[in-house]
Each structure stands twice: as C-alpha cells, then as structure tokens.
C-alpha cells in the first residue's frame, strides 16, 4: 500500500508562486512514476505534470514554462513549483503515485487534495 499525503496549497494573488509538496510513503518510491492533476470547480480532472522514475518531465500546455515537477527520491518527495499563478490556476491539486506491478500492470494511488486559489 502507498500512502500519499500533499500540502503547500493556499492562497495566492495572481502572478505569485505556490510549491506544492507530496510525500508517498514506499520503499520503491524511486520506481514510481509520478503525477499532479488538478480539479476545478464544475469541471473535470485534468493531468498537470507528470516525472518518471528516470526523472523525464512532461506538462500540460496550459501550464508550461510556468510550472516545474522535480522529485527527491531521497526523501520520497514530488514537488510543484508554480510561477505566475493566474486565477484560471485555481483548483484542487492532487498528487498520484502509480506503482508498476508484475505483467505490465500497475496500481494508483491518490492523496487527499490540497486546494491552491488565485485571487486578488
């Protein structure tokens, strides 16, 4: 079982910068492939960010050269740096840790959600 827990949301005027922290409590986190969607009010979850255990980025279009995921696999960690926030930023950020399993498989696992508001 992988535990995932984020934090760092809040709020922030637009054009400031949020990170956003998640902690996944496993052994083979350096294995895990790891992603951050966000869900707005009325609409549906959309992938944000996305790094491999090989450490290869890939971003949603909305959010490029604004937004960077990094990991520390150390410390069993995956970050958010959000830069020049705009109010369309403003969701609910969640954290999901997909764990590879025997016969090409795999198993997700999400957090709680950390709530991230835009706003002047």
């Known amino acids: 079982q992988v535990q995932v827990v984020e934090s760092g949301g809040g709020l922030v005027q637009p054009g400031g910068s949020l990170r956003l922290s998640c902690a996944a409590s496993v052994s083979i986190f350096s294995r895990l492939t790891m992603y951050w969607h966000r869900q707005a009010p009325g609409k549906q979850r959309e992938l944000v960010a996305t790094?491999?255990?090989?450490?290869?980025?890939n971003y949603a279009d909305s959010v490029k050269g604004r937004f960077t995921i990094s990991r520390d696999n150390a410390k069993k960690m995956v970050y958010l740096q959000m830069n020049s926030l705009k109010p369309e930023d403003t969701a609910v950020y969640y954290c999901?840790?997909?764990?590879?399993?025997?016969?090409?498989?795999?198993?997700?696992?999400w957090g709680q959600g950390t709530q991230v508001t835009v706003s002047s």
């Open positions: 790094i491999t255990s090989s450490g290869n980025t």
């Open positions: 999901n840790a997909r764990r590879p399993l025997v016969g090409g498989t795999w198993a997700d696992y």
